[in-house]
C-alpha cells in the first residue's frame, strides 16, 4: 500500500439524501464548534503490529497534518505540481468556504521509490485512529461519513496472449 487518505463529511441537512456538496466538502469538526481548525485532532494508523507516525499527530499540529499530506501527495518541497488545495482551506478558515481537511499518511519506506510500501497481505489488521473529532452528544460537531481511500501500484504487462498484473 502506497498511501491512506481519511475523509470526513457531514451532511447538511439529516433529513435530505446526500448531495453533491455533502461530499465534496470535508467537514472538519473544530470548525462546526466555533474554533481555530488547528484545535484538538489527533491521528495515526496501525498496520498489524506497526504504528505510523510512532508519535501520533496532533493535537495543535496543523503543519504536521498538512506536511504528511504533501508526503502522501508526492510534492513535499516543490511549487511545480501543487496539490489543488490551498493552507487555508485545508484547515477550514479560507473566505471562499471551500473546505479541505484530509488526514493522509504515506506508507512508503523509501519516498518516491514504487512498490516500498506497506504489505497489507496474510490478513494484516488496519487500524484508523483518529481522536477529538467531535463532541460526544454534539451533532453539529460530528461527521456523519468516513471516506477511506487506499492507494496502491500495480504493474501491468500487455502481450498479444493477454494482460498480467503483478502487484
Known amino acids: 500500500m502506497k498511501s491512506l487518505l481519511v475523509t470526513l463529511s457531514k451532511k447538511t441537512d439529516p433529513e435530505e439524501a ?24 489527533e491521528a495515526f494508523i496501525q498496520v498489524g503490529g506497526k504504528k505510523m507516525p510512532v508519535t501520533p499527530i496532533g493535537p495543535r499540529d496543523a503543519a504536521q497534518f498538512w506536511f504528511a499530506l504533501q508526503k502522501a501527495a508526492g510534492v513535499v518541497g516543490t511549487s511545480v505540481m501543487p496539490i489543488g488545495i490551498t493552507y487555508d482551506e485545508f484547515l477550514n478558515i479560507s473566505s471562499s468556504g471551500k473546505r479541505s481537511f484530509i488526514y493522509a499518511t504515506d506508507l512508503e519506506k523509501v519516498a518516491h521509490a514504487g512498490y516500498s510500501g ?50
Do not use: W
Open 18 to 41: 446526500v448531495t453533491k456538496v455533502d461530499t465534496t466538502q470535508l467537514f472538519h469538526p473544530a470548525l462546526a464548534s466555533g474554533e481555530y481548525a488547528d484545535s484538538q485532532i
Open 118 to 167: 506497506e504489505d497489507f497481505g496474510g490478513g494484516r489488521a488496519l487500524l484508523i485512529d483518529m481522536k477529538n473529532v467531535g463532541t460526544e452528544g454534539d451533532t453539529q460537531t460530528q461527521a456523519t461519513r468516513c471516506h477511506v481511500l487506499l492507494v496502491h501500484e500495480a504493474a501491468m504487462s500487455i502481450t498479444e496472449s493477454g494482460v498480467m498484473v503483478t502487484q
